[in-house]
């Protein structure tokens, strides 16, 4: 079985610059997350899909984060403009449902530098 | 105070040692508890999920401590291969969401 996807891997970008992050889940998963995960700490929820529609998005810095799923199946999250404090590592995960025991599945995560 | 919470580390132990970490969170009503495991640079895995009875896979054993608001995760009889970040997850539900939180990873390395 496939894991999640996402790409880029890694991008260095310039402070005010537009970047945009795309993730592919598990076939068959309905929930997805990205989580933002700064150097040192734990992942911190951004945002949560289910389907095409947002759970949870309490955490999402909106005046520059967006995210979108619009089929139900790939996400983007985009950053614009970024901030030298967005430098961190993009995590998506997905799994088969939103319910509490559901186990998640990470992506190997985009690495995102900004100068 | 932090609405999850764990010891940073590192834990540094010798190999065969048994070594053991506790998360404590702060949400009473928190439903669902997991522990992860992350390796240098790589994502998250789930090791495994905490039930309220306590449970065990091989030589990991999680347990639940409700009144006292922590999980913890012992390690037995360590190998060099369980050197990683260990990581809580605490869900609790918020009205119609489950909020779910990570703490910040205890970092354990185990030497020859």
């Known amino acids: 079985e496939a894991g999640v996807a996402q790409s880029p891997r890694y991008k260095i970008i310039e402070k005010r610059q537009s970047v945009a992050f795309w993730c592919n889940p598990i076939?068959?998963?309905?929930?997805l997350y990205w989580y933002q995960q700064i150097l040192g700490q734990g992942p911190k929820l951004l945002i949560q899909f289910q389907n095409n529609g947002v759970v949870d998005d309490s955490q999402l810095p909106k005046d520059r984060f967006s995210a979108e799923r619009l089929k139900g199946v790939d996400s983007t999250l985009k950053i614009q403009p970024a901030k030298l404090e967005d430098s961190a590592v993009y995590l998506c995960?997905?799994?088969?449902?939103?319910?509490?025991?559901?186990?998640?599945?990470f992506g190997p995560g985009t690495r995102l530098t900004v100068t | 105070r932090k609405e999850v919470e764990q010891d940073p580390g590192p834990f540094n132990v010798p190999e065969g040692a048994t070594v053991a970490f506790n998360c404590t969170y702060s949400?009473?009503?928190?439903?669902?508890f997991f522990w992860y495991r992350q390796d240098c640079r790589k994502e998250p895995k789930l090791l495994m999920s905490?039930?309220?009875s306590g449970n065990e896979d091989g030589r990991f054993t999680a347990q639940l401590n409700r009144a006292s608001q922590y999980i913890s995760l012992l390690i037995r009889d360590s190998k060099l291969s369980d050197s990683a970040t260990y990581l809580c997850v605490v869900i609790g539900s918020y009205s119609s969401a489950s909020k779910i939180i990570f703490g910040s990873g205890t970092r354990l390395s185990i030497r020859p």
């Open positions: 995960a997905s799994s088969l449902d939103r319910g509490i025991s559901y186990e998640q599945y």
């Open positions: 076939s068959g998963h309905a929930t």
């Open positions: 905490v039930y309220s």
């Open positions: 949400n009473s009503a928190s439903q669902s």
